[in-house]
């Protein structure tokens, strides 16, 4: 059964979570990364077990990276990912942070391909580094040229977001060699941020950044936060390539403290038996890739939808409205240009794109993770809404 499909409007909105309570109850939500699926049952049976037995203590053990490793050898064909180069941190932009203090300091420049997770501008420069943009190029995906463009500013890092958010891009082999290459050449550090990964739906294939060559002193995070919707239980992994083995020895120990023992039992049975019911979810969220492009077509024929080739997530091109747009980018609560319109006049939560960086401004990115009902009633309203905004402007 389709995972998407089994929740109500009415389950939806008894859910406490801030997808569903940030805003009014006449608003739809398509806005941050929270799935409407009820739970895996390898995950709920994991849980249910734990809570029944009282086991709530401290995580141990290498149990969520071998259960990761042996997902990453059936999905991706990948076994290089050894469970001894792997860390507990309590989620990907922490661990993020960590790996950034392990081969970064202080005013360090860090580069993101923007437009790009608006927590990579947060994280980073609350750790103290200074961000640098490689803009992506007018097709959406990595442009060689600009990022080596900011790679001769002296970065120490850069900071990948593979698959792509917002833009739903799945980075190629090519690519990724070419990145893998630059960033030898300018003695850069790249850290992967992989959370997507097992998102990538038909069409595409996902290539761990850590099984380029050249990538051997990189770092990359998992999580099963996305794939499995475990957002709320914290746990994720931060992955060594051979030659960065040292550096995270020197990971202190207090970091792997922070993940919650029921969230590392989650994303452990995610990856270890959650395998088909994620199979299920693909097939959903391939169905509603498909919905959504026939309803942009139909209620929205002025604007052009990214068709994305992983996530749950479109960048959707609002630029013809002309609406105005200014803000700060990494502010994730800010709601200003298209979003604010389709908030205001349409009842439909998006995110605004300028907080994505340089380039998302005038785009909106919408969250199709939901109920084929949902997404073609949110359709609906937005397409009203530029009616009426079209007649008024």
Same mark, same amino acid.
């Given at each position: ?23 009014? %109850? ?5 806005? $941050?990364?929270?799935? @409407?699926?009820?739970? =895996?049952? !390898? *995950?709920?049976?994991?849980? /249910? ?113 593979? %698959? ?5 891009? $799945?980075?190629?082999? @090519?690519?990724?060699? =070419?990145? !893998? *290459?630059?960033?030898?050449? /300018? ?113 929205? %024929? ?92």
């Amino acid at each position: 059964m389709n995972p998407l499909e089994v929740l109500t409007l009415a389950e939806l909105r008894g859910r406490t979570s801030m997808k569903w309570k940030t805003h009014p %109850p006449d608003v739809l939500p398509l806005w $941050v990364a929270e799935l @409407d699926v009820p739970l =895996a049952p !390898a *995950v709920r049976e994991a849980l /249910h077990r734990a809570i029944a037995t009282g086991d709530t203590g401290y995580p141990c053990g290498r149990g969520y990276a071998e259960a990761l490793a042996r997902f990453a050898e059936r999905r991706w064909g990948w076994d290089g990912l050894a469970a001894g180069r792997t860390a507990l941190v309590p989620d990907v932009m922490l661990g993020v942070v960590e790996a950034l203090r392990l081969v970064t300091d202080p005013g360090d420049a860090v580069v993101v391909c923007s437009p790009v997770y608006p927590p990579f501008y947060a994280f980073v420069t609350h750790a103290g580094r200074r961000v640098v943009e490689a803009p992506l190029g007018a097709d959406g995906r990595l442009d060689l040229t600009t990022l080596e463009t900011a790679l001769r500013e002296r970065p120490k890092a850069l900071l990948l977001s593979s %698959p792509h958010n917002p833009t739903g891009v $799945v980075h190629t082999r @090519d690519e990724l060699s =070419a990145v !893998a *290459v630059l960033a030898r050449r /300018h003695g850069v550090r790249v850290i992967a941020d992989e959370i997507h990964a097992p998102l990538v739906l038909g069409g595409a294939e996902f290539t761990p950044y850590l099984r380029i060559p050249g990538a051997e002193d990189a770092f990359a995070l998992f999580s099963a936060s996305k794939g499995w919707n475990l957002a709320g239980l914290n746990a994720a992994l931060l992955v060594a390539g051979p030659e960065a083995a040292a550096d995270l020895a020197r990971l202190p120990e207090e970091v792997s403290h922070g993940p919650s023992h029921l969230g590392v039992l989650a994303h452990t049975a995610a990856f270890a038996g959650g395998g088909e019911w994620l199979d299920e979810l693909l097939r959903g969220l391939e169905q509603n890739r498909d919905l959504l492009t026939e309803l942009v077509a139909e209620h929205l %024929p002025g604007l052009s939808l990214v068709r994305p080739e992983a996530t749950y997530l479109a960048w959707l091109d609002c630029r013809p409205l002309g609406i105005p747009v200014t803000g700060r980018p990494g502010v994730v609560s800010e709601v200003a240009g298209p979003a604010r319109m389709f908030l205001e006049h349409a009842r439909v939560a998006v995110t605004s794109g300028h907080v994505f960086g340089t380039g998302g401004a005038g785009f909106v990115r919408l969250n199709f993770g939901t109920s084929p009902v949902i997404l073609s009633e949110a359709l609906r309203r937005m397409g009203e809404a530029v009616s009426r905004f079209s007649r008024t402007t």
